[in-house]
């Protein structure tokens, strides 16, 4: 069983899609069954600003339409997958808090996404984020999660949560697995050494799944490269034309040899030039499926309740087996 999920936070970029939701789409195979979730309980966890004043953004409804738009439009089928709001099953959030009751406060400080995010007022939220995580997962007694690489730390404490309910409890919930995807860090447009994310401040650091073709072509002109004229791959002393190799190769469905060969006589001028054409590509199909999607918004909101519904089932069977077993009476 694969589970796994994204947050409605904002623009969904090429990371994201890379790194996660074409590999989604991909493992949606007769014989598979695929769980993927809109989290819009952890897309709460950075809403509240502590400025001049206290504010919480409540834009969560229209990024969740938005992103089950792109989504679908990716090639996730509600028909074969699983597919829900995290907030509609609220056994998640119980699970959360049986979590927080069987394991020491400390596991969770050692986690690099707590440190790298929080700032001088963060939520309680932001801090219990992994236990959330860890619901999502153990909740569906997934086997593999298909995350980027900068989820496999809580990948890899879920698993230590599943062995505490295991050893504690006599339950024989299933160890999940990080499953990595061919493109699991996808790098800044402009720094090769750090993560295309979201949260970036810039906006020209990433590509969004809605970025018009225009600004597809001059985030693309205007990325990072070096003063060398060839093309070639070397992820240590040229790390942001190596990214756009890896992108380019995701893609255009070439191995990077195929690529580097194709290149290699080649300016980066045209590279540059034929990145941005593949990319505009593949988001424009996107775009005009998503389009269409968002025409229909009652049958969009239909779909995930059915996926909700139908999440809960499987949701509810397991939650019920871990309370019986912790002592609950159920
Ligand atoms: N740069 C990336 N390369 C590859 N995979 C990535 N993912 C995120 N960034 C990259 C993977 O995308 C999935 C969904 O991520 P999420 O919902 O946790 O997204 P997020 O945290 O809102 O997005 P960002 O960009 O990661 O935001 P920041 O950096 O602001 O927190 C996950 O599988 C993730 O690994």
């Given at each position: 069983m694969y589970f796994s999920g994204i947050q409605p936070t904002g623009k969904m970029h090429i990371g994201n899609y890379l790194g996660a939701v074409r590999n989604w789409v991909k493992l949606q195979q007769p014989g598979n069954q695929n769980i993927y979730c809109i989290v819009d309980l952890h897309a709460l966890t950075d809403k509240l600003t502590i400025d001049h004043e206290i504010k919480f953004d409540q834009n969560t409804k229209s990024d969740t339409l938005s992103l089950a738009a792109t989504l679908i439009a990716s090639g996730i089928n509600p028909k074969q997958s699983v597919f829900?709001?995290?907030?509609?099953?609220?056994e998640h959030a119980e699970l959360q808090w049986i979590l927080s009751c069987i394991?020491?406060?400390?596991?969770?400080?050692?986690m690099t996404q707590y440190k790298d995010k929080?700032?001088?007022?963060?939520?309680l939220g932001l801090y219990t984020y992994p236990l959330l995580m860890a619901a999502d997962i153990i909740l569906y007694q997934a086997q593999y999660v298909p995350v980027g690489l900068d989820q496999k730390q809580h990948i890899e404490l879920t698993r230590d949560y599943v062995q505490r309910l295991n050893s504690l409890f006599k339950l024989n919930i299933v160890e999940p697995q990080y499953l990595e995807s061919t493109c699991p860090k996808i790098m800044s447009l402009r720094d090769g050494n750090k993560k295309m994310s979201?949260?970036?401040?810039?906006?020209?650091n990433r590509i969004n799944i809605d970025d018009s073709k225009e600004e597809i072509f001059e985030k693309i002109k205007r990325s990072k490269t070096d003063s060398i004229p060839q093309i070639y791959f070397d992820q240590?002393?040229?790390?942001e034309i190596s990214n756009l190799l890896r992108i380019y190769s995701a893609f255009s469905n070439l191995s990077m040899e195929q690529v580097i060969e194709k290149y290699l006589t080649k300016t980066t001028v045209d590279f540059k030039r034929d990145l941005s054409e593949l990319i505009a590509n593949e988001l424009n199909t996107i775009a005009q499926k998503k389009k269409q999607i968002l025409n229909n918004q009652s049958e969009l909101e239909q779909t995930l309740k059915e996926g909700s519904m139908k999440a809960r089932e499987i949701a509810s069977k397991n939650l019920k087996l871990i309370k019986e077993n912790i002592g609950l009476l159920v």
């Open positions: 829900f709001i995290q907030s509609h099953v609220p394991a020491p406060k400390n596991w969770l400080n050692k929080k700032k001088e007022y963060s939520t979201k949260s970036d401040a810039i906006d020209g240590d002393k040229r790390p």
